[in-house]
């Protein structure tokens, strides 16, 4: 069993590629942006444990402005780690260094390691499991701690987590003597099967394993709800709830409102839900490695839950950018279909870190069932939701990711968020995309190779004690869909490739050389299996992924959103002020058709210095009368359509929209696109 | 000043039609219908003061069960009291004088007239005005006190309520010893005011006033909001709430955020909402009439707020059917355009007592401004979201009015609802509606009477002490446009109509015998001016209103509804599963297009005995594909429309839509239709 947290060291990226280009400006840029922010803003300092001036502001509850600082600090120091590993930088050695100092201080005689309940409210440890995100702290703390021991090769962190591990695994559980919580916001459960996986630890599986099975449980403790009983304990009405729960009891909004097994659609908090079920799929990736059996009805009704969970989400409460979760109130799922593009429609919030969530549910499913349609979403997410959150120079964030910037919301970002937990978030996820790209190992009677995402980049992995095998891909993805490979080894090994076909592709693709009749090509399910047979006559062959001419999406038409948005490969498109400057209504009103002829023009933008594919097309500013069609006039606008992730780079007024009205009577084609007709 | 809860009396409905037919139904069925729902739920007896096991009914918070059992009775003695005017019934007066008497025996000592507070908490009186309803209460009793008055011509009722109204106005004030409270649920400003017109109290309308100033005041009690401190008082938590807030300090719910003068989007539970305009238009109305100055900036002030939260309201949060309040959680508004128009699409609620009260609303705004848009809109609400919530039958009910069902939501009705607030205010609306058809009086040199809505019905009116003028006018309406006025009075008086001419008319009319080039006729703000020397010429005379063809009506685009209705004259559509018999999925996908054929079928259902317009077209059911634009298939399904409010009376599955997707690439007429052509 491996992560992506743990393979990405085997990979090299090599020539430059957007992918390659943002990662490189995390590395130089980036983590010492953030460095910086952790510093002035006290949460550099906090695991001194000294009192800090904004403990005192008691405006926000039942979660204070700091409640999630440790978690910050923790995916700080992970990201710092990941990146280390690649090109060592004294300055950030030194700081993960002091912090991991500061953090084995502030554990407790016990083992208790959290800012909040050692400094605020010392004596409330454990009382709010719901709310206070204690166990998500810990999490984070446990995957700082795994990624460290890997860089570090030291227990320096590992020791201190595994004695809180051990602290919190004494008290929750089902035998006597122990209280039936798990975390409101969950995040430890993946965590801990990480930290099992690389350490071994079988409490730390258990641990988990008890949080996922226990969630949700209607009589877990003396026969009641343990969020029910948790608050009794605490003296508090039910009906005193914190802002994100619309109503009382609003459990779904943690995903507890019903046992996992027997959720049927994603609800809540979007990042509490994709934490959760990547722990799921990771439960389910262990009992398939044999590392941990599940048994078979286990397995079944885990895969179930995740099958019809992952099923509700894409088909019906996903954005076409890979965002998920409309609703501001608790920055989750709405209704099925429910997906207003801004503020002024409904809302939108597809936060980023929900869609760096995705991928690492996305990555999981891809070990538990070999579809590209995991791959598409994972891609659709990276291109689109999480790279446009970080700007070109990696130095400014957002949070939320509207499709339609509004009057309340324009489309900008910002520096640093009180609750921070987006941009370390991103750090981490681009210190390991490595990881993502592929999995691979032995097995197929030789090796095989898994190709998820195209860039320019190289992994070398040991079949056997004396043999490797390296596999390099080079390609000007996203842009073009051609890409060369280069497998080489040791010693020969009957290597077998699964090349991803995006489903926008329609299963249209060249391979060069072509193949003989012997070694004939198939897709299956998303992949193009290239066989030993051909692998071994063509170590060194080219894909080229075909139908990368831009087209239109729709959202399903049960979203009401009669609008069209514009796709070219894996990148999703908007229209922006700056490129479109009389615009006044952030393109509210901007009508297209889907035969507006587009044109592609290659763009370097010299301030950014970005390089991207530009779309132009026309359309029309409706009117909006009072009788009659709001007919098409008869001169068209001009239109010049970005990728979505590039949008707020360049100055402007904040207008930005993805989907726009679809002025013709028919409609694009309906977002996801899972159809394989390979 | 008159109110049609006074006038009414003096009009007489002469033939059947649509508008007559169902207040016939109302007197000799529905009140005894609700009588008995009375009696049955233990609402009758309420007044007795003894303990009812309902009371021990804790799940509830805060408002329990029988918190508006007193508002329940109330309504339906003023209801009573309208129709005994016009038919003596000895059974519906005994049970009147019967309910009196309990009432009378239920006041306090100090005046004090409450169940809830006299029996189940005795202690905790005026200590939530937010959310217990104590003072909505009031309201409805003050306004039974003023119809049982005005048909016993005693003060049975009236006396009780003066001294309850004194108790009330001597603790809510700005004076030394008064609380700076004001209700949760408007509804009293509206009674008292007229209360304060019927009975010269110039206690009551200074309590009104001052309930209708000091609303949403930030600093009201000791530089609190008054709110905040009553909630301090109550020693509960402002994240302590009802699950009609959405988040802590939702006062807005009930439109208490900001003055009333400050308010510039219609906001909150929508009933609240329009009670609370109605109050102030009326504020105006008795500035204007002389009887209660405002003074010119402060009148200005009240209009402004009024104007602005009217349009806001229309243009931007009403469906097509004159309903209001997208959303269940607070029984009210949404944001601008959000209307969906189901539960599955994101929430419809449009409340029966939300249009009855747009009705009140817009009758006042008849007054303050003689506009024919009010009386449109007036009329929507009557025709469709009114009228649809009565069976025909008279016995069966609709509370929340979708204008599409769903697997949660069917289109169905019900015999009775435990908050059973609009079953008794649908009576009373009908009792008092020959109020609304017409205002009238002396005046314009003579005499002068504004027709706001069209049926078959006779007034009469003094003109000075010995002079009587009246206007008959008898047609088919809604089904034709054709009225014949009958203008007669005892001695000569120049009397001038007004008579209105609905947008979607568009100014289209003849009128008979035709005017002279002296007596020319103009529209203005949507009323057509008979003059004097018409009138006394033509005494006889008949108006037809064109354009009654049946026309394709579209919500505003920013609603991202891309749908049609039919509408045919005042008449709003729907098709049902009844006559559309393999509907499966809600009419959601059924596709309609503008130039779809239309033809009308004149039907009398003989199950009901209702007599009415279908109307028949054609269309498709669209197909959700993955790719491509779900082409029209070759052969199209037929389709059978019904008035919406006919709805839900002949059986069938409970599915129906108004808004079906329109598969054509130009829009209907947008609503609301305001455009005056004539």
Redesign the interface.
Known sequence: MSHPQVTFKDTTFTRKTLLSARRATVSSKTLQTQLDQLKSTGRYDCFKLKWHPIYDDKSM??VPFHLFWDSDVAKWIEGACYFLSESYDAGLDAAVQELVEMIRGAQQEDGYLNVHYTVVEPTKRWSNLRDMHELYNAGHLIEAAVAHYLYYKNDQLKAPVEKYISLIRKRFGTADGQVRGYPGHPEIELALLRYATVTGSSEAYELAHYFLTERGNPEGQDGKHYYDWETEQRGE?R?????AF???RTYWNCQAHLPITEQTAVEGHSVRAMYLLTAVADLVCLSDSGDKPLGEKARKSWTNALDQLWNNMVDKRMYVTGGIGAIK?WEGF?????L?QGT???GCYAETCASIAVMMLAERMLHVDLDGHYGDILELCLYNNVMTSMSTDGTKFTYVNQLASSGKDKSERSDWFWCACCPPNLTRLYGSIGGYLWDYGPGDGGAYVNVHLYSSAQVSFAVGDENSVTLHQESNWPWEGKIRFRLSSTNPVDTTLRLRVPAWAQGSYEISPETSEQTSLKIEKGYLIISPAYTSKNPEFSLEIKNFAPRYLSP???S???VLALARGPIVYCVEDVDNDWETNHF??VTI??DSRITEERKEDAETGESYIALHSNGWT?S????????RPSVDRDLTFVPYYFRSNRGGRGQMRVGL?N????????FP???YTG
């Open positions: 509850w039942p009405s009906w005193m709830r914190p802002d619309p109503t009382n109130q709405g209704i099925d279909y429910f207003p002024d429609e409904g399903h038409p049960y009401m959103q009669h509210k009103d058709t889907t409706r909006v009368p009072n009788r009659g069609g709001g007919a009205v002025g013709s009577s028919v409609i694009g084609t309906v696109e899972r159809d």
